[in-house]
């Protein structure tokens, strides 16, 4: 039934971000060689966790270790392991194709509208530019190669306002809100906001 409901949402939709449960698929082989589920989990860097041997090598290299000593760490897994965690929709597509995943319970959908404000001015510069270059006008064609150039490494690639948005839920937003740095926030879901905050400093 969640499957059946997200797929005719998402059929209507932009982009989303998904939380929900995933189960391994029956035919594991296909992802035997690499665990798709990427994660960044808190480990605890206990003997029962990390096991004896790397226990042993951190502490002999003087790394802290023991009961509430915690690191991330970027993990590789085969299924969610019983918790929701946040998929977006392509990611989502590519586990159920790929590797024939299974979607078991599904907790909250958020959605995302696309900006695709930026199409126009391009769709009207590449028109100018095809239109330049069968009349034989080298001139105007350069000029059209150079502005949408310019605009792809002003404008495309410059993601100085886009890093500083994150996700948070409402201890962390209010913790957010209250820094120097903070500009807007806006509700997504019951416990789920998105902060966006000015960046520290520029490249």
């Avoid at 009207?124 to 034989?136: C, P, V």
């Avoid at 002003?154 to 120097?180: H, I, R, S, W």
Wanted: hydrophobic share 35%.
């Amino acid at each position: 039934m969640y499957f059946i409901i997200w797929i005719v949402i998402l059929s209507q939709l932009n982009s989303s971000l998904l939380n929900l449960r995933a189960s391994p698929p029956h035919k594991i082989q296909k992802c035997v060689n690499f665990a798709p589920i990427i994660r960044n989990f808190e480990i605890e860097l206990t003997e029962e966790v990390v096991g004896p041997y790397m226990f042993n090598l951190m502490r002999q290299n003087d790394v802290k270790t023991g009961p509430g000593v915690t690191e991330h760490k970027l993990t590789q897994g085969f299924s969610t392991n019983d918790e929701f965690m946040s998929f977006s929709s392509y990611y989502l597509w590519f586990l159920m194709d790929e590797f024939e995943f299974t979607v078991t319970e599904v907790s909250d959908i958020i959605l995302f509208s696309k900006h695709d404000s930026f199409k126009a001015f391009v769709s009207s510069f590449r028109e100018d530019r095809i239109k330049a270059a069968l009349e034989g006008n080298k001139g105007l064609d350069a000029q059209c190669k150079n502005i949408l150039n310019a605009s792809y490494g002003y404008d495309g690639m410059n993601t100085e306002k886009y890093t500083g948005v994150k996700m948070c839920d409402q201890a962390g937003t209010f913790k957010a809100q209250n820094l120097p740095n903070s500009r807007s926030s806006r509700r997504l879901s019951d416990d789920l906001y998105e902060i966006a905050s000015v960046a520290d400093y520029y490249k």
